[in-house]
């Protein structure tokens, strides 16, 4: 392995690190998501056109994307208000004890360890808005990549190619587009894994005639972006909402939502499997690794970086004399 090399994997080491300390992993997601937005744009091969379609799809999705928080926290607190009380009868007649009661005992056990009144309000208040902040910059930084990839300013001349800026700058390339192409990969899997399990809930849910069907329709894609953990919370809002019509109903939802995922299983071997060589308990340690480091966009991302680090290793011999780029990846 040369210096350049030695050194871009240790730049590398240090910006994950500070990006997991900062709590920085929405920046990282924006920026790749935004990446793959544009990339996937620019089937013209022009810039101008693939820039527009960008900054339109990123004003309908954040339109969207507010639209449904605002319906969410309307609607969700009226679901816990009628499923709860359904499901610490329907436990009752069965003998099993829950840790609440009724909507209250559950919220108020949630935020037993939390403040009340303005400080709690005015610290989710700075967390959302440098949430914020962070997604805006991720899409701006993906955008400026787009605009000029290269690792000096439009206008000024390249450095020599000879010098070891250049050699680690060409070597940091190398990881960075490793890295996308495996965002690209888990990403794109996971997408189609959550399209067709949204397609088949959205199904059952207008064939059961379930109350809130639009909202628990993007709830289920969005939450299956997440690996593993996002298909539980969805799952239990669903079977939440069938307790409210009668616990038959919540249960049938609950055994549809079992054989749903036993195919996903199924879909998951086939369509991830060949795409990620990444067995699932070291999925699931990632996915805990993540989220204690960055939150929920450290579990999007816990995939992504395990098949990063596997085509990094697996393009590290000390035998082999190719250079890392030819063992990058396709998409």
Known sequence: MTRPTQISFVLIAVLFALLAWLHLGLFLLAGLFGYLALQSFNFLRRKAVSVLLYLIAVSAIGAGLFYFASIAYRTFPKIAETSIPAMVEF??????????????????????????????????????????????????VALSIFLNPSWSAGNADPPPKDNLYSQITGELAIRFRNLYQSFVRVMGAQIVISAINTALTALYLVFARFPFSPLLVALAFLCGLMPIVGNLISNAVIVGVGFTISPKAGLIALGFLIIIHKLEYFLDSKIVGRRINSPMWLTLIGLLIGERLMGLSGMVLAPVLLNFIRVEASARSSTQKESPSSQLVDI
């Open 91 to 140: 436990a009752e007649t069965k003998g099993i004890d829950l840790p609440f009661t009724d909507y209250s005992s559950l919220k108020s056990s949630a935020l037993a360890q939390a403040r009340d009144g303005i400080a709690i309000i005015g610290r989710y208040a700075s967390i959302a808005s440098f949430q914020t902040v962070l997604l805006i910059a991720g899409l701006a």
